[in-house]
C-alpha cells in the first residue's frame, strides 16, 4: 500500500501508557507518525488519547513528549487529551481541526487500521486515509479477535 503524502493532517490513535512509558502498540504508532512528519513537513498531527487507569499522563502527552525529544516542532503537534476509545479519537481530533474537508491520514497499527478509517469516514471526514504501523508481537492473537468482534459491533450500533 503506497502512503498518501504530503496530508494536512495526520491523526495518532492512542494506546495505552504504562505510568509514564510508551506499550510496544503506541510506541509503533508513534514511530510511523515520526517518520510521516519528517518526511512531510507541512503536515501537522493531532495525538489523541486521554489518560486511562495506570496511566500518569495521557496518552497524547506521552506522543508529544516522544515526537518533541526527537525533533517534531510543538507547532506541528496538537493534544486531544479527553477521548477513551476509537470512536471518540476520531470525533475529538476532527473537531480540534475544524473541518472534516482537510486530507486526513490515521495512524495506528495494521490490525487496527482499517476500523479507524471506517469510524473516521463515518465521522464526515471524506479525505481519510491510512498510515498502519507495524506491530509484531503474540498479542495479535488477543488484538487481531478482539479487532473483529469490534467491527462487528460497531456495525451494530451505528459506528461503521
Not at 495526520?10 to 502498540?25: C, P, S, Y
Not at 503536515?43 to 497524547?60: C, F, H, M, Q, Y
Request: charged content about 25%.
Amino acid at each position: 500500500m503506497k502512503t498518501r503524502s504530503d496530508l494536512d493532517y495526520i491523526i495518532v490513535l492512542g494506546a495505552h501508557v504504562n505510568g509514564t512509558k510508551l506499550t510496544l502498540a503506541l510506541l509503533e504508532r508513534v514511530r510511523r507518525a515520526l517518520l510521516y512528519l519528517e518526511e512531510n513537513p507541512g503536515t501537522k498531527a493531532v495525538l489523541s488519547g486521554g489518560r486511562g487507569d495506570g496511566e500518569r499522563i495521557s496518552e497524547a502527552e506521552a506522543m508529544y513528549r516522544y515526537l518533541t525529544e526527537h525533533g517534531i516542532s510543538p507547532e506541528r503537534l496538537v493534544k486531544e487529551e479527553r477521548s477513551t476509545n476509537t470512536k471518540e479519537n476520531l470525533d475529538f481530533s476532527l473537531r480540534l481541526i475544524g473541518s472534516t474537508d482537510y486530507s486526513i491520514g490515521i495512524v495506528t497499527n495494521n490490525f487496527h487500521v482499517f476500523r479507524g478509517v471506517a469510524i473516521g469516514k463515518k465521522c464526515g471526514c471524506q479525505k481519510i486515509y491510512p498510515l498502519p504501523s507495524r506491530y509484531c508481537s503474540w498479542r495479535l492473537l488477543i488484538y487481531i479477535p478482539r479487532e473483529i468482534l469490534a467491527i462487528l459491533k460497531d456495525k451494530i450500533v451505528g459506528n461503521l
